[in-house]
């Protein structure tokens, strides 16, 4: 599996390659494309790729990966933790909907190495000057 990383002035873009967890002893390898828009400031979208099922896209908020970085971040459908601080190399991240739960082990220092790069074109509490105000108000008068 190729993973790469990619930055511009439009998006951060970085594929990881990570593990379905089926079982304690058994796991699918799967790739996980994380991408980044400073247009969306709060927001990482993550997009699921396996070798035989239509890629499946959850949107995660960029603090929360940053939280799971260093303890357990999100409750619900979400939640994020590392295993760096029992000896592991990894964060887990569950996500959940109706059809079930799904369990992913991510490599720490790629999400961290992609996060830093988001920081780099937005830094953590400067997300709303980010925002096109003007474009988000036309939006929410069009959907009422």
């Avoid at 082990?105 to 830093?116: A, D, G, R, S, W």
């Avoid at 937005?122 to 925002?131: D, K, Q, Y």
């Amino acid at each position: 599996m190729e993973w790469k990383s990619m930055k511009s002035l439009r998006a951060v873009v970085q594929e990881v390659a990570a593990q379905l967890v089926v079982t304690r002893d058994y796991s699918l390898p799967l790739c996980m494309r994380l991408r980044y828009e400073p247009s969306d400031p709060y927001v990482v979208r993550a997009t699921l790729f396996t070798h035989s099922d239509d890629p499946g896209e959850w949107v995660l908020g960029r603090d929360l990966l940053a939280d799971g970085l260093s303890g357990s971040a999100g409750d619900g459908d979400i939640r994020i933790w590392s295993a760096t601080g029992h000896g592991g190399q990894g964060m887990y991240i569950t996500l959940g909907s109706s059809a079930g739960t799904a369990l992913l082990e991510v490599p720490v220092q790629e999400v961290k190495t992609f996060l830093e790069n988001t920081e780099a074109l937005v830094p953590r509490g400067a997300g709303s000057g980010h925002i096109d105000w003007d474009i988000e108000l036309a939006n929410l008068r069009a959907e009422s």
